[in-house]
């Protein structure tokens, strides 16, 4: 067998969860994979360290760190800039205009020139020539560093992955593999990268995990459907079997301080999207303890605990602190299985989900919860780029919010009402949760990963 070797990229944050951590994992299949006759080269970051030291690699697994690779100097950002908005969407224009985050400015910077961003897309970026021809033989003139030259020359791939297609360093590892004619491999982490910006380097074969993503590819990117497979969502793995990471209910009810004879109302916070959850929470918890729903209830927050977003966080819910009808996991995200296993068995035990324009959205809908998101500012009415209804143009969430599976609340009477008919009856708009399934989750079916192992190995040896 002719010897083979694979570059991985797994430098993004993303990738810990996703490709290393979760239980059968992308990784831990495919290292048993190396021997004598396949070469694994891991590219990643030194803070990846801990994480890649549990898979214990071995003599045919090597790890190079690569460093994150930014357009710098007048050209590159003002290429950079022309290739970005030859796609622009609902979520584009919520990114360039308004801003997603609450707490940092628009991308880009200024909303003033979102209108030169709009026309570059409906001029330019009505070409796919232009899309799939020129910008990348332009970024070759542009970009000519090649910052990972001397990797490639010391392994000579026959197979390039990466993991977050729509990001530096991917971008580079993939130009680089372009360059020398190596086939190549990848995906975006998320379900909402390929409606966002153009990416200025396409993948012989791109995994995307569900069909509105096929579709952007081929509409916004200018992909050949053929190039395309459809994977589902790597972090679903974790819910088939969902012995591994659903607590026994006595335990989990009891380690979160959970009253096992009250219905759970699970909230998952969205912080850095919403100045007004607190107010949320508040409101809810005040009906809890006036009794104004039929059956005793208790509020579980689930904060965004990211370590960017985490003193934000700290700061909204500080008033909220021992109220007796409110618990919250504050478990950081960062520690993986103990972590999935609290926030699997928060999505199972709840009765009732509220989430904010988020993938918990499509997490519930895999478990059968009912679910609301929240449209209103709560007690304070904000300015439209800081308000929660922005967020409502995003395109790849009104995916969601069409098949009916998810309904958007517009008032706390709204919201109370739903709750309670939620709670009164959970199989109500069931059909409607398995259509989101249907249309927007491919198939969470546990086997995510050796989808996208199977993949890999088929593009090095032609299976």
């Not at 299949?29 to 021997?35: D, T």
């Not at 309904?407 to 709204?414: P, V, Y």
Request: aromatic share 14%.
């Amino acid at each position: 067998m002719e010897k083979k070797t694979l570059f991985m990229c797994l430098y993004m944050g993303a990738a810990i969860g996703k490709f290393i951590e979760i239980g059968d994992s992308v990784l831990s299949q495919l290292l048993p994979q190396a021997n004598e006759n396949l070469r694994i080269v891991l590219l990643t970051n030194k803070g990846l360290d801990r994480y890649l030291e549990k898979n214990h690699p071995n003599q045919f697994v090597s790890v190079e760190y690569i460093d994150e690779y930014i357009p710098k100097g007048f050209l590159q950002k003002v290429f950079h800039f022309f290739y970005a908005y030859l796609i622009f969407t609902g979520t584009t224009e919520v990114l360039a205009t308004v801003g997603a985050r609450a707490d940092i400015t628009p991308a880009g910077g200024n909303r003033h020139v979102a209108f030169f961003k709009k026309a570059i897309a409906r001029t330019f970026g009505r070409s796919r020539w232009i899309k799939t021809k020129l910008v990348p033989w332009l970024y070759n003139l542009v970009f000519r560093e090649r910052p990972f030259r001397k990797i490639f020359d010391r392994y000579n791939p026959n197979l390039v992955f990466v993991s977050a297609i729509a990001f530096f360093p991917d971008v580079e590892v993939v130009a680089e593999a372009k360059r020398r004619g190596i086939q190549t491999l990848g995906m975006s982490p998320n379900w909402d990268h390929l409606n966002k910006y153009y990416i200025p380097q396409h993948v012989d074969t791109l995994l995307v995990q569900n069909m509105p993503m096929k579709r952007e590819a081929v509409i916004y990117h200018g992909y050949r459907e053929e190039q395309i497979q459809l994977i589902g969502f790597l972090q679903f793995d974790k819910y088939v079997p969902r012995e591994k990471y659903v607590m026994p209910r006595d335990e989990y009810f009891k380690a979160m301080g959970l009253d096992p004879s009250r219905k759970v109302i699970a909230y998952f916070s969205n912080s850095a999207f919403s100045l007004s959850e607190g107010d949320i929470l508040k409101e809810i918890a005040q009906w809890i303890s006036e009794g104004k729903f039929k059956q005793p209830a208790q509020l579980l927050v689930r904060p965004y605990v990211s370590p960017r977003s985490m003193t934000l966080e700290q700061k909204k819910y500080e008033k909220l602190q021992g109220n007796p009808y409110i618990i919250f996991n504050w478990r950081k995200i960062d520690e993986q299985e103990e972590s999935s296993r609290f926030f699997v068995s928060m999505m199972y035990y709840a009765d009732v989900v509220i989430s904010l324009f988020s993938t918990t959205a499509l997490e519930a809908a895999v478990f059968d919860k009912p679910t609301l998101t929240v449209g209103f500012d709560g007690y304070k009415k904000y300015p439209p780029h800081l308000s929660i209804t922005r967020l409502e143009k995003l395109t790849y969430f009104k995916n969601v919010i069409d098949t009916g599976g998810v309904l958007i609340m517009r008032s706390f009477n709204e919201l109370h009402e739903k709750i309670q008919a939620y709670l009164d009856n959970p199989n109500l708009d069931k059909e409607k949760r398995a259509l989101l399934v249907e249309k927007l989750c491919y198939a969470p079916d546990g086997k995510t990963a050796e989808r996208v192992m199977n993949i890999i190995l088929s593009k090095l040896y032609g299976r």
